[in-house]
């Protein structure tokens, strides 16, 4: 619940990122930024009772150099591939994340290394690069742009965001 996506816009109301709920309650404690939407959850400390955000807003404008952060997880991983392997196209069964240059020989965790594979394209690489193992990747991978992104996963975004986000 915690972990859950929260919606950071500027104090003039443009979207901004998005944040860890965690954050988000924070930010409204020390009064950096104030709620816009509940998600009607709470969460209890001993002492308090904090209202879980979908949306907040900065109470003061910042610059927009602000860029937009996407998580790099594996859920993230596998949303922005749409659950299908981008060696041969599958998109049935369990999905893995595949280090594109394995770890072993230097590869990193970023958006540019990480694809989702299936199990069986993954064993097959083994600790391989692609072109030891002959494998051809269908498309290059590179850090989704936001809006895209949550345009094609609406069901993981609160309800309330899309007013302003623009997705209808
Ligand atoms: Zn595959």
């Known amino acids: 619940m915690l972990g859950s996506a929260?919606?950071?816009l500027n104090q003039n109301y443009t979207p901004l990122t998005t944040c860890s709920a965690?954050?988000?309650?924070?930010?409204?404690?020390?009064?950096?930024?104030?709620?816009?939407?509940?998600?009607?959850?709470?969460?209890?400390?001993v002492t308090m009772t904090f209202d879980i955000p979908a949306i907040i807003r900065l109470l003061m404008?910042?610059?927009?150099?602000?860029?937009?952060?996407?998580?790099?997880?594996?859920?993230?991983?596998l949303r922005r591939d749409h659950?299908?392997?981008?060696?041969?196209?599958?998109?049935d069964g369990p999905m893995t994340v595949d280090h594109i240059i394995p770890r072993s020989h230097g590869g990193?965790?970023?958006?540019?290394?990480?694809?989702?594979?299936?199990?069986?394209?993954?064993?097959?690489?083994?600790?391989?690069?692609?072109?030891?193992?002959?494998m051809i990747l269908i498309k290059q991978p590179k850090k989704p742009n936001i809006r895209t992104f949550l345009f094609h996963n609406k069901g993981h975004i609160h309800s309330t965001w899309r007013t302003y986000l623009k997705i209808y």
């Open 22 to 45: 965690r954050r988000a309650i924070i930010m409204v404690w020390l009064g950096k930024a104030e709620i816009v939407e509940s998600t009607g959850l709470v969460v209890r400390s």
């Open 108 to 134: 990193e965790e970023t958006w540019g290394n990480l694809v989702c594979a299936c199990s069986a394209c993954n064993n097959k690489k083994g600790n391989r690069t692609p072109q030891t193992a002959g």
């Open 6 to 8: 929260v919606l950071l």
């Open 83 to 91: 659950k299908t392997c981008q060696y041969c196209g599958e998109n």
């Open 61 to 77: 404008y910042v610059g927009i150099s602000y860029k937009w952060n996407i998580q790099l997880t594996k859920q993230n991983i």
